[in-house]
């Protein structure tokens, strides 16, 4: 298998979700005016413009050269797409590149607001030099002038045959349902397709929802056979998409069909896009959308230093459940889940029973189903026994359990993410502040006018102030307007085992916009390097405060 030439390929019944679409375009092989530059052979150049387009963003050039011939070109930027350009009459000579750029800018969802693509043309003057590249451009961004600094990198160009996680966007993909539900509906309607590309195969693929809280859609990935030569990137892939009720049985025969998608697009450096088509069933649904992502070619990450995401499809009859886990933990597996068709609400995870052990997740997790505001309240536990395996950093098995004595069983599909690192360990003694970002935790009393309409008067934050391991100090508070409400701490805990923070805060609040009362908070969350994932229970003189999602995020301080 060449430097630059990778082949994959996978058969089996896993998955997962993830939107893409991207556009590029390759300035075809050719030869720039200009003596060789050895120190640019084989390497990658990202140009960045700033104040290239509108609202004073950047574009980035990316160039994969061999000496002062260009093999490939395209531009990100403006939005979320990649964009055309034509490059053909840059030079790459004497540490220079000067030229003039054709490109298109290609609208996404977004940008440009009237969906229309935007033509720019810009002329680069660019040097080269030991600390770096910089120079300058001037042009036109449709029809506005623009001009700016121009920095840079160089880096090898990546072996391709390499082992990388490809994380990739399609735009559209769910196009069946965006005819059934029309335009309100795109932002839920991308996919994201990721998988580890590891000796020629695509281990572990998932082609996953970009709201995985939020949406029901699931997908088994089927097939993949995408090859990355040269330059091209290119091959298909095909998933089995269950719309898990999402309007689509109105319109449609069968709410699960085998999407089959097509993809033509380059790779330069560690970025990759294109289009792509789909066809649903044996009928064309698009084409011409657009995919984009990137190739990750650090090592997979320890699985006991990492988080772990697993989707268990098919989990209760509303649809999946998605299991969020810290196998980081010495003492204990912990976490929460999201099911996705039952509600938005993060839910309770015992993940005691799970242990790993060689690479094997395996074991008794149960999670604890709470209400939100929009059902009549309903509190359950749903028991599942895993067995998955680890293969680098994709998650791969099955499981069984009960869904309200209905006997379950299905695919686990997921990955590893490295836990973010701190330049200081999170150690208790070494931590100042913990800050608990509440979201909205309150009940309004009535709605607010005058003062008060713009301010989200039921948001709160909880800050512990710590010494030397020891709470010092609690306040609760508003953190965009602290005259909302004022609140008397009666009672607090806080207790940080490994990166494991569970705790709870008990406080009077007096507010004539928030209704006042006792509210008693706990919580509980994953320390992710100084941040925090987790969720809140609350209650208000003994009363259940129900939201759309308690969520909670915030951050830890130390020395």
Same mark, same amino acid.
């Given at each position: 298998?060449?430097?630059?030439?990778?082949?994959?390929?996978?058969?089996? #019944? !896993?998955?997962? @979700?993830?939107?893409?679409?991207?556009?590029?375009?390759?300035?075809?092989?050719?030869?720039?005016?200009?003596?060789? $530059?050895?120190? $640019?052979?084989?390497?990658?150049?990202?140009?960045?413009?700033?104040?290239?387009?509108?609202?004073?963003?950047?574009?980035?050039?990316?160039?994969?050269?061999?000496?002062?011939?260009?093999?490939?070109?395209?531009?990100?930027?403006?939005?979320?797409?990649?964009?055309? $350009?034509?490059?053909?009459?840059?030079?790459?000579?004497?540490?220079?590149?000067?030229?003039?750029?054709?490109?298109?800018?290609?609208?996404?969802?977004?940008?440009?607001?009237?969906?229309?693509?935007?033509?720019?043309?810009?002329?680069?003057?660019?040097?080269?030099?030991?600390?770096?590249?910089?120079?300058?451009?001037?042009?036109?961004?449709?029809?506005?002038?623009? %001009?700016?600094?121009?920095?840079?990198?160089?880096?090898?160009?990546?072996?391709?045959?390499?082992?990388?996680?490809?994380?990739?966007?399609?735009?559209?993909?769910?196009?069946?349902?965006?005819?059934?539900?029309?335009?309100?509906?795109?932002?839920?309607?991308?996919?994201? =397709?990721?998988?580890?590309?590891?000796?020629?195969?695509?281990?572990?693929?998932?082609?996953?929802?970009?709201?995985?809280?939020?949406?029901?859609?699931?997908?088994?990935?089927?097939?993949?056979?995408?090859?990355?030569?040269?330059?091209?990137? *290119?091959?298909?892939?095909?998933?089995?998409?269950?719309?898990?009720?999402?309007?689509?049985?109105?319109?449609?025969?069968?709410?699960?069909?085998?999407?089959?998608?097509?993809?033509?697009?380059?790779?330069?450096?560690?970025?990759?896009?294109?289009?792509?088509?789909?066809?649903?069933?044996?009928?064309? *649904?698009?084409?011409?959308?657009?995919?984009?992502?990137?190739?990750?070619?650090?090592?997979?990450?320890?699985?006991?230093?990492?988080?772990?995401?697993?989707?268990?499809?098919?989990?209760? %009859?509303?649809? #999946? $459940?998605? !299991?969020?886990?810290?196998?980081?933990?010495?003492?204990?597996?912990?976490? !929460?889940?999201?099911?996705?068709?039952?509600?938005?609400?993060?839910?309770?995870?015992?993940?005691?029973?799970?242990?790993?052990?060689?690479?094997? =997740?395996?074991?008794?997790?149960?999670?604890?189903?709470? #209400? +939100?505001?929009?059902?009549?309240?309903?509190?359950?536990?749903?028991?599942?026994?895993?067995?998955?395996?680890?293969?680098?950093?994709?998650?791969?098995?099955?499981?069984?359990?009960? +869904?309200?004595?209905?006997?379950?069983?299905?695919?686990?599909?997921?990955? =590893?993410?490295?836990?973010?690192?701190?330049?200081?360990?999170?150690?208790?003694?070494?931590?100042?502040?913990?800050? =608990?970002?509440?979201?909205?935790?309150?009940?309004?009393?009535?709605?607010?006018?005058?003062? @008060?309409?713009?301010?989200?008067?039921?948001?709160?934050?909880?800050?512990?102030?710590?010494?030397?391991?020891?709470?010092? +100090?609690?306040?609760?508070?508003? #953190?965009?307007?602290?005259?909302?409400?004022?609140?008397?701490?009666?009672?607090?805990?806080?207790?940080?085992?490994?990166?494991?923070?569970?705790?709870?805060?008990?406080?009077?609040?007096?507010?004539?916009?928030?209704?006042?009362?006792?509210?008693?908070?706990?919580?509980?969350?994953?320390?992710?390097?100084?941040?925090?994932?987790?969720?809140?229970?609350?209650?208000?003189?003994?009363?259940?405060?129900?939201?759309?999602?308690?969520?909670?995020?915030?951050?830890?301080?130390?020395?």
């Amino acid at each position: 298998m060449g430097m630059n030439s990778m082949h994959l390929r996978w058969l089996a #019944p !896993l998955a997962l @979700w993830f939107p893409v679409a991207w556009l590029l375009t390759i300035s075809a092989g050719r030869e720039i005016h200009g003596a060789e $530059v050895p120190d $640019v052979a084989g390497q990658v150049i990202v140009l960045t413009l700033e104040d290239a387009v509108e609202r004073d963003r950047p574009l980035r050039l990316h160039l994969d050269v061999t000496g002062s011939r260009i093999n490939a070109a395209f531009v990100s930027g403006a939005n979320a797409v990649l964009h055309d $350009v034509d490059a053909r009459s840059l030079t790459i000579a004497d540490r220079r590149i000067e030229g003039e750029i054709e490109v298109t800018i290609n609208p996404d969802n977004f940008v440009p607001t009237d969906g229309q693509p935007v033509s720019c043309r810009f002329t680069l003057k660019v040097s080269r030099a030991e600390d770096g590249i910089t120079g300058e451009f001037e042009g036109m961004y449709g029809e506005s002038a623009r %001009k700016g600094a121009v920095t840079g990198q160089v880096t090898p160009r990546p072996d391709y045959a390499e082992s990388y996680r490809l994380r990739t966007r399609f735009f559209g993909a769910l196009h069946r349902l965006y005819v059934a539900r029309g335009p309100s509906w795109r932002y839920a309607l991308d996919m994201n =397709l990721s998988y580890r590309a590891n000796d020629g195969r695509a281990v572990g693929p998932r082609f996953e929802s970009i709201v995985p809280d939020y949406r029901r859609y699931s997908a088994i990935v089927e097939h993949v056979d995408l090859s990355v030569e040269g330059n091209e990137f *290119k091959g298909e892939f095909r998933a089995r998409v269950d719309y898990g009720g999402q309007g689509a049985a109105r319109h449609f025969r069968d709410p699960i069909e085998l999407h089959t998608f097509t993809l033509r697009g380059k790779v330069i450096g560690d970025v990759v896009g294109g289009t792509y088509e789909v066809k649903v069933g044996e009928d064309h *649904k698009g084409t011409n959308l657009r995919f984009a992502g990137s190739l990750d070619f650090a090592p997979p990450p320890d699985p006991r230093q990492s988080l772990a995401f697993i989707r268990l499809h098919d989990a209760m %009859k509303e649809g #999946p $459940v998605l !299991l969020h886990l810290s196998l980081a933990n010495e003492n204990r597996i912990h976490g !929460l889940a999201y099911a996705s068709g039952y509600n938005h609400q993060p839910h309770n995870v015992d993940a005691s029973g799970l242990t790993l052990t060689d690479n094997a =997740l395996r074991g008794r997790v149960n999670v604890s189903i709470v #209400p +939100d505001v929009y059902k009549t309240p309903e509190w359950f536990t749903l028991p599942y026994e895993l067995d998955v395996r680890i293969e680098g950093d994709s998650i791969i098995g099955s499981f069984t359990g009960d +869904d309200r004595d209905n006997a379950v069983k299905g695919t686990a599909t997921g990955e =590893l993410r490295a836990k973010r690192a701190t330049e200081r360990p999170i150690r208790r003694d070494a931590i100042t502040a913990v800050e =608990l970002q509440m979201g909205y935790s309150l009940h309004a009393a009535g709605r607010a006018t005058g003062e @008060w309409a713009n301010v989200p008067i039921n948001h709160s934050h909880i800050r512990f102030a710590l010494d030397e391991g020891k709470v010092k +100090d609690v306040r609760v508070f508003n #953190p965009v307007n602290a005259r909302t409400f004022s609140a008397e701490v009666v009672e607090s805990s806080l207790k940080i085992d490994g990166d494991r923070l569970t705790g709870s805060v008990s406080y009077d609040l007096r507010s004539e916009v928030v209704q006042p009362g006792r509210h008693v908070f706990t919580f509980e969350a994953i320390i992710d390097g100084d941040r925090l994932i987790g969720f809140w229970r609350a209650t208000r003189d003994g009363q259940h405060i129900l939201t759309k999602s308690a969520k909670m995020g915030g951050r830890v301080l130390v020395e």
